[in-house]
């Protein structure tokens, strides 16, 4: 899984995180990382979109 760096993350979404804001939702942004990497694995070639 890609590292991230929190901080920058929080600056593009223009939003301000303290210390223990950063150590709360580094994890969950670890496992929706996680999560995004599954989805880009699933064979998507016969999905057709309505």
Known sequence: ????????VAFLARIAID????KELEP???????????????DTENIVCK
């Open 19 to 22: 210390e223990n804001e950063k």
């Open 28 to 42: 969950q942004l670890e496992k929706i990382l996680e999560f995004v990497e599954t989805l880009k694995e699933l």
């Open 1 to 8: 899984m890609p590292k991230f760096d929190i901080e920058k």
